[in-house]
């Protein structure tokens, strides 16, 4: 079964910077449309980017210009750059496929923006 595999979270002060990696044991992400979600406390997980198997990214208004993804295939990897990171910023990062059924999903990693 493939299980999704977050890393690079951690706590980080307002302003700063944190490079998330996605890989998924079990699969090939290359010809995958994968996201980055995003779930606070008490709140939804929601899709804050995306990149499609050709390398089109979209991302939710609220980190566009600070967040970018990418993906390097050679390392079966999918990436998750954050800068000018806020407070809101705050909660656990999850990657997955954009489309259904999706894997089961991961731990994730957690992102704290704190000073």
């Known amino acids: 079964q493939v299980q999704p595999v977050e890393s690079g979270g951690g706590l980080v002060q307002p302003g700063g910077s944190l490079r998330l990696s996605c890989t998924a044991s079990?699969?090939?992400?290359?010809?995958?449309?994968m996201g980055w979600f995003r779930q606070a406390p008490g709140k939804q997980r929601d899709l804050v980017a995306s990149?499609?198997?050709?390398?089109?990214?979209t991302y939710a208004d609220s980190v566009k210009g600070r967040f970018a993804i990418s993906r390097d295939n050679a390392k079966n990897t999918v990436y998750l750059q954050m800068i000018s990171l806020k407070p809101e910023d705050t909660a656990v990062y999850y990657c997955?496929?954009?489309?259904?059924?999706?894997?089961?999903w991961g731990q994730g990693t957690q992102v704290t923006v704190s000073s």
């Open positions: 997955n496929k954009i489309r259904f059924p999706k894997w089961p």
């Open positions: 079990g699969s090939v992400l290359s010809g995958i449309a």
């Open positions: 990149i499609n198997s050709g390398g089109s990214t």
